[in-house]
């Protein structure tokens, strides 16, 4: 088994900036896609944004309008999303997954094949 630990949540004001981290350790190397996941209200999942492990390739959400980015540092075996301009309808708690088949896009928009969830972390926008 493997372990996903977020960091990097916290206060921030509207229109600043995050930088959410997802560590991964254990047994990852069959991991083929990372994933970032909004927790609604409801208790449900949302994806947000997704990355292919070995080509890079990215997947996001019409929702983000360019505001976010997903990255990776194979060193470090961390994944991160940048958030920029954030506003009070990011609030929440954000949370990170890994899949071990298909494309980005199904992992995100579907939610298929998911390993293993993270615990989350939480995001606040408030002035």
């Known amino acids: 088994q493997w372990h996903l630990v977020e960091s990097g949540g916290g206060l921030v004001q509207p229109g600043g900036s995050l930088r959410l981290s997802c560590a991964v350790s254990?047994?990852?190397?069959?991991?083929?896609?990372i994933g970032w996941f909004y927790q609604t209200p409801g208790g449900g999942r949302l994806g947000l944004a997704c990355?292919?492990?070995?080509?890079?390739?990215?997947y996001y959400t019409d929702s983000l309008k360019g505001r976010f980015t997903i990255s990776q540092d194979d060193a470090k075996n961390t994944v991160y999303l940048q958030m920029t301009s954030l506003k009070s309808s990011d609030t929440g708690v954000y949370v990170c997954a890994t899949s071990g088949w298909g494309s980005v896009q199904r992992m995100c928009v579907q939610m298929i094949d998911i390993d293993s969830w993270g615990q989350g972390t939480q995001v606040t926008v408030s002035s």
């Open positions: 990355i292919g492990r070995r080509d890079n390739t990215t």
């Open positions: 254990g047994a990852t190397f069959y991991h083929y896609n």
